[in-house]
C-alpha cells in the first residue's frame, strides 16, 4: 500500500506514526510505542538562561517560511546523531502535508541563516513533535518554547512529543501509557484549534514566560 498523506493523517488521528530505520532505508514502519511522550502545555519548564536568551532575542522566530529547509535540516547529520529516521519518502509525505495546511515549522534565524528549528503535524487540537535541529546554540530549544507558546494561544489541547529523552524532560515533556495517551488524542483531535504562525510580541513572549516554570 502507498503511503499517502491522507493515510498519514488517519494513521495519527489513532496513535501511529511512520518511521524508517535510516536515512537510507527506503521502507517505512509504523510505531505505536507502549509509552508516549507528551509535553503538558501548562507545565512548560524553561531553564533560567533560556528564558533570559528568549527575552533578549537572539534569534528572529518564524513560522511556515522554510518548512522543507528546516525537515532537511533535520535529516542532515550531527554530532550527537550520525543518522536519522528521516528518509526522502518523509520530506515528501511532510512537504505534501505542509502544502495542505496540516505540518508546520518553527525557525530560529540569525540574519539571512536558518539556525535551527522544529517541524510537526496539526490535527484538530492535537500537534505532533516530528524532530528538531540546531546550528547554533540553544536554536531548538527557542523553537520550541515558541511552539508552545503558539499552541497554546491557539488553544490546542495536546502536544506529543512521540518519546521522551533527558533533554526533553528537562522541558516537562512525560510518558503516558499508550492507552491514556489515546484517550488524550481521540479529546484533542475532536477540538477545532488553528495553529498560529503570526509575529509573537516581545510583550506576549514575557507575559507567556512568567506562567512558564522557571529551572536552573
Known amino acids: 500500500m502507498q503511503l499517502t498523506p491522507d493515510l498519514l493523517l488517519r494513521a495519527y488521528a489513532i496513535g501511529i506514526f511512520p518511521m ?4 537510507l532505508d527506503p521502507e517505512l514502519h509504523w510505531i505505536d510505542p507502549d509509552m508516549r511522550g507528551i509535553l503538558p502545555l501548562d507545565r512548560l519548564h524553561v531553564p533560567r538562561k533560556l528564558r533570559a536568551k528568549l527575552r ?3 534569534f528572529q522566530v518564524r513560522c511556515n517560511t522554510a518548512f522543507h529547509d528546516v525537515i532537511q ?6 554530532e550527537n546523531r550520525p543518522d536519522t529516521w528521516i528518509n526522502p519518502v518523509i520530506e515528501r509525505l511532510y512537504s505534501e502535508l505542509h502544502e495542505m495546511g496540516f505540518a508546520h515549522s518553527v525557525e530560529c534565524w540569525d540574519g539571512d541563516s536558518l539556525v535551527g528549528g522544529l517541524y510537526g503535524v496539526s490535527l484538530g487540537g492535537a500537534f505532533f513533535g516530528e524532530s528538531m535541529f540546531s546550528r547554533a546554540t540553544d536554536a531548538s530549544k527557542v523553537a520550541l518554547v515558541h511552539l508552545v507558546l503558539r499552541l497554546r494561544r491557539s488553544r490546542f489541547q495536546l502536544l506529543d512529543t ?5 533533554h526533553l524532560s528537562r522541558f ?5 501509557p499508550r492507552d491514556d495517551y489515546r484517550k488524550l488524542l481521540t479529546q484533542a483531535v475532536s477540538t477545532k484549534a488553528e495553529f498560529y504562525s503570526g509575529l509573537i510580541s516581545p ?14
Do not use: H, K, M, Y
Not at 73 to 78: F, K, L, R, V
Open 172 to 176: 516537562g515533556v512525560v510518558e503516558i
Open 162 to 166: 512521540q518519546f521522551n529523552t533527558p
Open 203 to 216: 510583550s506576549e513572549l514575557d507575559s507567556f514566560l512568567q506562567s512558564t516554570t522557571q529551572t536552573s
Open 20 to 23: 524508517a530505520e535510516s536515512r
Open 73 to 78: 535540516g533535520c535529516a542532515e547529520p550531527a
Open 56 to 58: 533578549r532575542g537572539i
